[in-house]
């Protein structure tokens, strides 16, 4: 199962955007690049996901690597409302080690 | 999207005892996943839930500790057998349609004695 890494925490300012990185070294060619976001006592919010080529929808784009072994989740415009713990996962199927969360980036937004 | 209820939102329980946690999702789906989330943790699959067959259980996690049932596409339970305060924990249901997006429910909070 592929690995994730992302670092512990990142701070920005309200208004500018944000990169998250995320590393997966060792993804394989079929496997799904995820995003969630969790706020403290609640479920994890799915935010966006892709396979080869960038993606966008109305909340963040994802630009993937061209050998996929790093993607970022870029907020455009980051408010107070985006502050969380961001989490890569990497998807490879249903079944054992079908997939695997990273440790998440605490996400702090400063007005 | 998908809506994900879970109940009981959150439990304290004697050691030995098992508390079944249940999902249920607004709409079909094929995917039915579990998981555990220590608190300020990242999330850790426990297991994939099959409709109509076992479920697929991760390395460390087995059948006996945490019995799954999926008995239809859009309902599934997590037992947690024998419970010990190691067992305390939140643990969060998610359902999806293949490898696209999973919706998780907002988790049952676990706190053994």
């Known amino acids: 199962d592929a690995k994730t890494t992302q670092p512990n925490s990142m701070e920005s300012n309200e208004e500018e955007p944000v990169h998250l990185p995320c590393n997966h070294s060792?993804?394989?060619?079929?496997?799904?690049i995820h995003w969630y976001r969790q706020l403290p006592s609640q479920g994890p919010e799915y935010v966006i996901h892709g396979l080869t080529s960038n993606v966008n929808n109305r909340m963040a784009s994802l630009a993937i690597a061209e050998d996929r072994k790093s993607s970022t989740l870029i907020l455009h415009r980051a408010t107070l409302r985006d502050a969380a713990v961001y989490y890569c996962m990497v998807y490879s199927g249903g079944g054992a080690d079908g997939l695997t969360f990273g440790k998440g980036t605490h996400l702090i937004i400063q007005p | 999207s998908a809506v994900i209820s879970q109940k009981p939102s959150r439990d304290i329980c004697q050691r030995g005892t098992s508390l079944t946690i249940q999902c249920q999702v607004d709409s079909q789906v094929t995917m039915m996943f579990w998981y555990r989330q220590q608190p300020g943790q990242s999330l850790t699959l426990i297991a994939t839930?099959?409709?109509?067959?076992?479920?697929?259980?991760e390395s460390g996690f087995v059948i006996d500790k945490f019995p799954i049932s999926r008995p239809n596409l859009t309902f599934s339970t997590l037992t947690v057998s024998n419970m010990s305060p190691e067992d305390s924990s939140i643990y969060l249901c998610?359902?999806?349609?293949?490898?696209?997006?999973?919706?998780f429910g907002p988790g049952t909070r676990l706190t053994v004695l």
């Open positions: 998610s359902a999806g349609r293949g490898s696209n997006e999973q919706f």
């Open positions: 839930a099959n409709q109509g067959s076992e479920a697929t259980y």
């Open positions: 060792t993804i394989s060619g079929t496997d799904y």
